[in-house]
């Protein structure tokens, strides 16, 4: 049984900062990317970071120079430092991972529960 819970979300006013924090347990053989996604009331499931097992990131447009992924892959942690947040930042950040429990199981992709941001003063 794999799980990926998220943590870290809270309220915040604009210009604030946050850290989410997505770690993976279970029987877990190897995990290739992780992602952050968010979705915010009446939109659509959308991605915002990713980051593979040796370090390879991409960033949507939007958080570029505010938003920094990063990952433990000893403690099969992820984090996503968001710094100077904004009120449409304000979404649920659900974190996944492709990931292989056994070294000849094929890959498949796990999400979390997902943890509320909320930017606003």
């Known amino acids: 049984q794999v799980q990926l819970v998220e943590s870290g979300g809270d309220l915040v006013q604009p210009g604030g900062s946050l850290r989410l924090s997505c770690t993976a347990s279970?029987?877990?053989?190897?995990?290739?990317?992780m992602r952050w996604y968010r979705q915010a009331p009446g939109k659509e499931r959308d991605l915002v970071a990713s980051?593979?097992?040796?370090?390879?990131?991409v960033y949507v447009d939007s958080v570029k120079g505010r938003f920094t992924i990063s990952r433990n892959n000893a403690q099969n942690t992820m984090y996503l430092q968001m710094n100077n947040l904004k009120p449409d930042d304000t979404a649920v950040y659900y974190c996944?991972?492709?990931?292989?429990?056994?070294?000849?199981?094929?890959?498949?992709?796990?999400w979390g529960q997902g943890t509320q941001v909320t930017v606003s003063s």
């Open positions: 996944n991972a492709d990931l292989k429990v056994n070294y000849d199981s094929r890959t498949m992709t796990y």
């Open positions: 980051i593979d097992s040796g370090g390879s990131i």
């Open positions: 279970g029987r877990i053989f190897s995990i290739n990317r």
